[in-house]
């Protein structure tokens, strides 16, 4: 069983930055693949970032140039570095990992921009 633990939420004004960290407990192993989701009120959840374990990153267009993810093998934690963020970016942001086969979810961390 693995748990996600996810931090750094908040609200911030338009054009600031954000990190989320996700730390992952409970695996003997490395996730295959981590990071993360987002989910607007009203909107289905979402791809923001995903990282596999060799470093390979994949960025939906909306964040691309302002989002960056990156992980930690040794500490299981997956990060993102949020820039440049916009109003559209509010939501709650749950962290994902994949490992043989099975899919875990954090719990989710509201981020609120204002205009």
């Known amino acids: 069983q693995v748990q996600l633990v996810e931090s750094g939420g908040g609200l911030v004004q338009a054009g600031g930055s954000l990190r989320l960290s996700c730390a992952a407990s409970g695996s003997a192993g490395i996730a295959n693949l981590m990071g993360w989701y987002r989910q607007a009120p009203g909107k289905q959840r979402e791809l923001v970032a995903l990282i596999t374990s060799g470093l390979s990153t994949n960025y939906d267009d909306s964040v691309k140039g302002r989002f960056t993810i990156s992980r930690d093998n040794a500490k299981k934690t997956v990060y993102l570095q949020m820039n440049s963020l916009k109003p559209e970016d509010t939501a709650i942001y749950y962290c994902?990992?994949?490992?043989?086969?099975?899919?875990?979810w954090g719990q989710g961390t509201q981020v609120t921009v204002s205009s």
């Open positions: 994902y990992l994949l490992r043989t086969g099975v899919t875990y």
